[in-house]
């Protein structure tokens, strides 16, 4: 059969029947029972086709002619016999198969019509079904041509393309077949399926959301709160009752009910001692992530089209977006839930977050919102997961190719199936791949919905057997005990789920809910005293009935399933599969180093990635907007990458660590060469603060963090040097600095020592420079020391005398910009590198102009700099020159302000007609302080002359 | 991480040698490994064709974070060239990633000579040329191939 569809899937021409059967010969048949099919393939075919061109007659002829056409091989009629041998068995067996040659059967069910017209003998159900399917397979995209259906009969998918089909012509589902090994599976499958008249799918929409929905349990976890487990108003008044007892006792609600039950502690644990638990749980689920970096910690598969979020961890698109779904509704449902509600205060903070916070589920990173259906798979991971584990991808497909598929058929109102065709059609897909534990959920769910058909159990059960670490396979135990009432295995089932996975809150209330239910049941047993015991025999006989198959079932099964388990612990990578070249930095063209993963799924170093975020905040690969992500702040390594890099790829991990250690050595560099910031006027002891958004100077910024020298040189420019900085500057060390969300800095610095610049060069962008460093000179002679300190103490007093006078508004702002409470007291020992430092603030907070200050920067003499001072001093306290103090104080108070603006506002000047880019490094939200400056210009002007 | 420039540029460089693109050559300067001395030869139904086209390609100190200068040093009538060789092209200028390379730009050029785009101009005259008299303008333009991109070589 499948041997023939494949041609009109891949061949979309509406004319391609023949070329179909042609090939068909061509090609070998699996069984004949198979090949049986073939002229109803056709007939089915025609008749889809016959739904567009409405008129009954024109269809007949068509197809016959068709028909015809294609009878030219001789295997047709091969086929034809195949067929009637088949016909013949199901025509015996179903006597009373609908027989569709009457009109309103051509009406209702289009894809028979044409069937009973080709073949004058009655149909019965086997025979539809088969149809179906095989509409559903051959349907060519003429269907897709076909743009709005004439009527509201559902239209039949086109494989490859996404199609309109309908429940009632409105729903509008994809299916989309991307695994070849699906067509082949169905076809097998199809020789299988069976019609059962008297069988009837009661939930099939139940059944489809749950198909669309269940990846992983955190979907299905909605199912049973509030479908089962919703207590009764009876027992709810109860428990209530019940819980304010033991409340009053401050105790643990559930905790009297359980003093029998060695399961004691362990619920304690639950419930109680949650931040240990968390612990606990980050270290096992880190441990698990070393060895299994491959797998999606929610399905505990092998990612499938992976997503990475912002810490780090990935998952199947899928199942975070299912995961995040579930989030949402089973907060919502929590927040509705007026009996939580008013309990909230007595939650502990563990589900509290859960309720309220969006934490990773692998590593408990706090996410600032729930967007995360806005992330685009991985691409990198993606090409590396396909080429690892081919295999793995291949079975994960398949497996979203057979949900769909059975999403498909709900849709389509297709449910004349016994879901043990279904169930029939995922056996053959778990033989195929026995280590995919997800088609087992799946079987368990298709037989939990035929009525909680005891098989399902089994289905669970080996699934847990073949991963142990999978709580999901014991949550789905859980769901079947609930079903058929034995709370305790649901008891024991939600406890080893839970231990699996501690961070599962909700399912404690749920475990919560079912331990009341014991408890309650059980107070009634001893009431009753039989209901206890009636219970038991009833559990006992079904666990074991459900063992005894499961024994049966899986005796084949074991061995393998053992070996996968002791297999997949660890990973297996075939590093030749992928070159080292191809987990290369698309910016730096180097093996890529400390990863990480923008939202639009690209991966680069980090170090890169935050280079060029500097220049424009959009990836460099796609140019998606990633203002949010730098507004964040908080990329983490792309733990996948790291591992896969650091665990197989050893010699070019080692070569490429070696390289970053040698880069931040380079940029430590010899202790004389430090990177510039052309900028403004920094002193020793002068607090400066910085307002970083230059692209360079935020990299120089970085760079100066990163390699933990926190240290970085700084000139004001000028034009008289070649390298257009001063020649003299000062260092200037990093005390705090906070990025702003679009990636400028503010820095809070502090000036230390001076240098001066012997060579100058530029490295990516801005410029280093070696220096050497400004020391004062050390005085030998007694006498010179002798008249030095007395020149300082009198300069200091003067500069006391002067800042005196000073109202206290100034003085006031200069101790908040100084962070002092008083004009410092001389330092003991004034004979250091840099003199003392009240006079480099004094310095600071005179009334001259930065270009002046600067000429203080250069002297090696701290006499020298005291005269200079004293001077100005002079100038200032003298009475009869200079009588009122208000301008003095306005433009002091300018320089109070903001040290660091006044310096670059000079600069600007003087850069204004050369190069404005440069001098751009600071600016300043204090506006007011240009209408001063214009003075200070003046006054000092004049003091410059004076002195 | 003044390592990180010379490795791309490096292996870039490599890379051109080793695979270059047909119809255009990128040799990097014997002194100076971020300059190139670029050929791009006319692309075939363009008014270029048949000549080939000297281009300087320089590596500013911030490469790859700011992109490449590329000038034009054959005369070229084409209305996004204008007459110093400059060439208006939006990855060249806010357009740029740092993830775009050296073998980009250059056939984003030679794309360029094929696709002229008299809407976005750099050179008024010609666009204008361009707009009012396309033939004329591919007729000027094949003269100006003939006399400076032919013979110069």
Redesign the interface.
């Known amino acids: 059969m499948e041997r023939k569809d494949q041609p009109n899937r891949q061949n979309i021409d509406t004319n391609s029947l023949t070329v179909s059967n042609v090939e068909s010969s061509s090609r070998p048949c699996s069984s004949s029972s198979n090949r049986g099919y073939g002229p109803y393939r056709e007939v089915d075919t025609e008749s889809i086709m016959s739904k567009k061109t409405t008129t009954t007659a024109d269809n007949q002829d068509s197809d016959i002619e068709n028909y015809d056409a294609d009878e030219n091989a001789d295997d047709l009629i091969s086929d034809f016999e195949d067929f009637e041998d088949i016909y013949t068995q199901n025509s015996d067996e179903s006597s009373n198969g609908s027989v569709s040659d009457d009109d309103s059967a051509n009406a209702m069910n289009p894809q028979v019509t044409l069937i009973a017209d080709s073949e004058p003998t009655n149909q019965n159900s086997y025979t539809r079904l088969s149809q179906s399917f095989r509409s559903y397979l051959n349907a060519s995209n003429s269907y897709q041509v076909q743009s709005t259906p004439e009527s509201n009969e559902p239209l039949l998918p086109t494989f490859g393309t996404e199609i309109s089909l309908t429940e009632n012509s409105k729903a509008k589902p994809k299916f989309e077949a991307k695994c070849p090994l699906f067509y082949k599976l169905l076809d097998e499958a199809n020789a299988f399926f069976s019609w059962d008249e008297s069988y009837d799918l009661k939930s099939t929409s139940k059944l489809r959301n749950l198909f669309m929905n269940f990846e992983n349990y955190y979907a299905t976890l909605l199912i049973p709160i509030s479908d089962n487990f919703k207590l009764d108003s009876e027992i709810k008044t109860k428990f209530c009752c019940k819980r304010m007892r033991h409340s009053s006792n401050g105790e643990i609600r559930h905790e009297s009910a359980f003093d029998e039950e060695e399961d004691q502690d362990l619920i304690r644990s639950f419930f109680s001692a949650d931040s240990s638990t968390d612990n606990e749980s980050n270290l096992s689920q880190s441990s698990m992530a070393r060895d299994e970096f491959h797998l999606c910690s929610l399905c505990c598969h092998c990612l499938y089209e992976p997503v990475t979020l912002i810490c780090g961890c990935s998952f199947c698109k899928n199942c975070l977006n299912e995961y995040n779904v579930a989030l949402e509704k089973t907060k919502a449902e929590l927040n509705a839930d007026s009996e939580l509600q008013s309990n909230k205060r007595k939650l502990d903070n563990g589900l509290k977050d859960s309720i309220e916070l969006y934490k990773c589920y692998n590593c408990s990173f706090v996410h600032e919102n729930n967007s995360t259906q806005f992330l685009r798979p991985n691409v990198l991971l993606s090409k590396l997961v396909d080429k690892f584990w081919s295999k793995n991808v291949e079975s994960r497909k398949l497996r979203n190719d057979l949900r769909n598929y059975v999403c498909f058929i709900i849709d389509n109102d297709l449910d004349n199936f016994k879901l043990s065709a279904l169930e029939r059609l995922f056996l053959k897909a778990y033989e195929l791949d026995p280590s995919n534990h997800l088609l087992l959920a799946d079987l368990f769910l298709l037989n939990y919905f035929d009525n909680c058909n005891p098989n399902c159990l089994k289905y669970a059960q080996i699934a847990s057997e073949l991963k142990p670490n999978w709580p999901f396979a014991f949550f789905l135990k859980s769901i079947y005990y609930l079903s058929v009432g034995n709370l305790n295995a649901v008891k024991e089932n939600l406890i080893t789920c839970l231990k699996l996975d501690p961070k599962l809150k909700i399912l404690k209330i749920k475990l919560q809910q079912v331990l009341f239910k014991i408890d309650m049941s059980k107070a009634e047993s001893n009431d009753s005293g039989i209901a206890h015991s009636q219970s038991h025999p009833n559990d006992d006989f079904s666990f074991s009935f459900v063992l005894s198959k499961f024994e049966q079932k899986s005796s084949d099964n074991n061995q393998q399933s053992v070996l996968n388990y002791d297999t997949s612990k660890y990973v297996v990578v075939n590093s030749h599969l992928v070159k080292p070249g191809e987990l290369e930095c698309s910016l730096c063209y180097r093996l890529l180093y400390k990863p990480v993963t923008t939202p639009c799924g690209h991966s680069f170093c980090c170090s890169c990635l935050e280079r060029s975020l500097d220049h424009q905040d959009s990836c460099p690969l796609c140019k998606y907007s990633l203002a949010d992500y730098l507004a964040e702040r908080r990329s983490n390594v792309t733990q996948f990458l790291d591992k896969l890099i650091q665990n197989f790829y050893i010699s070019e991990y080692e070569e490429r660590t070696k390289q970053y250690y040698e880069d931040i050595k380079e940029l430590i560099g010899d202790e004389n060469e430090i990177p510039i910031f052309v900028c403004t006027l920094a002193m020793p002891n002068i607090p400066c603060p910085l307002h970083i958004f230059e692209p360079r100077y935020r990299l120089m910024l970085r760079r100066a963090i990163e390699t933990g020298s926190n240290q970085f040189g700084m000139c004001m420019f000028t034009e008289k040097t070649p390298y257009q900085y001063t020649e003299y500057g000062c260092m200037l060390e990093i005390k705090s600095s906070q990025f702003t969300s679009d990636g400028r800095a503010v820095v809070s610095s502090y000036g230390g020592r001076r240098f001066k610049v012997l060579k100058s060069s530029t490295k990516d962008g801005y410029s280093v420079a070696k220096v050497e460093w400004v020391k004062d000179i050390k005085l030998t002679s007694e006498t010179e020391m002798t008249e030095l300190n007395h020149i300082h103490d009198d300069v200091y007093r003067m500069a006391r005398a002067w800042f005196n006078l000073l109202p206290q508004i100034q003085k006031n702002r200069i101790f908040d910009m100084f962070n002092i409470s008083a004009l410092p007291e001389p330092e003991a020992d004034i004979y250091t590198d840099n003199g003392p430092a009240w006079h480099w603030i004094l310095l600071n907070i005179l009334p001259i102009d930065s270009n002046f200050q600067y000429k203080f920067l250069t002297k090696t003499s701290l006499k020298e700099r005291l005269l200079m001072i004293k001077k100005i001093l002079w100038f200032l306290l003298a009475p009869s020159r200079h009588p009122k103090p208000n301008p003095m104080n306005s433009s002091s108070n300018s320089l109070t302000q903001n040290p660091s603006h006044s310096g670059s506002e000079n600069a600007n000047d003087l850069a204004a007609n050369s190069d404005s880019n440069s001098n751009y490094g600071t600016e300043n939200s204090e506006s007011s302080t240009n209408s001063v400056s214009g003075f200070q210009n003046g006054n000092n002007n004049r003091i410059t002359q004076n002195i | 991480?003044?390592?990180?420039?010379p490795?791309?540029i490096l292996?870039?460089t490599q890379r051109l040698m080793q695979e270059p693109v047909p119809g255009i050559s990128a040799i990097p300067d014997e002194s100076n490994a971020k300059y190139f001395h670029v050929i791009i030869l006319g692309p075939s139904e363009s008014p270029y064709e048949g000549g080939s086209f000297k281009l300087e390609l320089y590596l500013p100190?911030?490469y790859?974070?700011?992109p490449p200068k590329v000038r034009f040093m054959t005369k070229i009538y084409h209305p996004n060239i204008d007459k110093l060789g400059r060439i208006c092209l939006d990855i060249l200028k806010d357009k740029w990633?740092?993830?775009l390379q050296i073998r980009t730009v250059l056939l984003s050029i030679q794309a360029l000579l094929s696709a002229p785009n008299p809407d976005d101009p750099l050179d008024n005259q010609v666009a204008n040329q361009w707009k009012i008299n396309e033939s004329e303008a591919i007729k000027t333009a094949k003269e100006w191939t003939k006399k400076y991109a032919v013979d110069s070589n």
Not at chain 2, 1 to 5: A, D, I, K, Q, T
Request: charged fraction near 30%; avoid cysteine; charge should be negative.
């Open positions: 991480m003044s390592n990180l420039l490795t791309r292996k870039e100190d911030e790859p974070m700011a990633s740092p993830a």
